[in-house]
């Protein structure tokens, strides 16, 4: 099983990115899947999730309304979009599969069984 995670950079405050995720190996459809952050000197966090089946999502209240998460089956890639960002989202963006996602729980990297690389976004002027 891989995850390619691409699609980081460097943005100024108030744009926006969207990041990738590419599995091979596995089908993404298949498996709740996430996006998990980790900035300096800080441990990784949930960002959101996409729940299997019926693609339930769950977003961390700091990115809620900003950031959406999307699945393309047929590319069998995830998604996340991130619009309007700040400083404070600078971070390596991990994506991860296998894992737990509900509409109401936070999620935490225990919970996931596979990881992609990481893709780093810096948010600055």
């Known amino acids: 099983v891989q995850l390619q995670a691409s699609g980081g950079g460097l943005v100024q405050p108030g744009g926006s990115l969207r990041l990738s995720c590419a599995a091979s190996?596995?089908?993404?459809?298949?498996?709740?899947i996430a996006w998990f952050r980790q900035a300096p000197g800080r441990e990784r966090e949930g960002v959101s999730c996409?729940?299997?089946?019926?693609?339930?999502?769950w977003y961390a209240d700091s990115v809620k309304g900003r950031f959406t998460i999307s699945r393309d089956n047929a590319k069998n890639t995830l998604y996340l979009q991130m619009n309007s960002l700040k400083p404070d989202d600078t971070a390596v963006y991990f994506c991860a599969a296998e894992g737990i996602c509900s509409k109401n729980w936070a999620i935490y990297p225990e919970e996931y069984d596979k990881w992609g690389q990481g893709t780093l976004v810096t948010v600055s002027s």
């Open positions: 190996g596995l089908t993404l459809d298949a498996s709740s």
């Open positions: 996409i729940r299997r089946g019926d693609s339930v999502t």
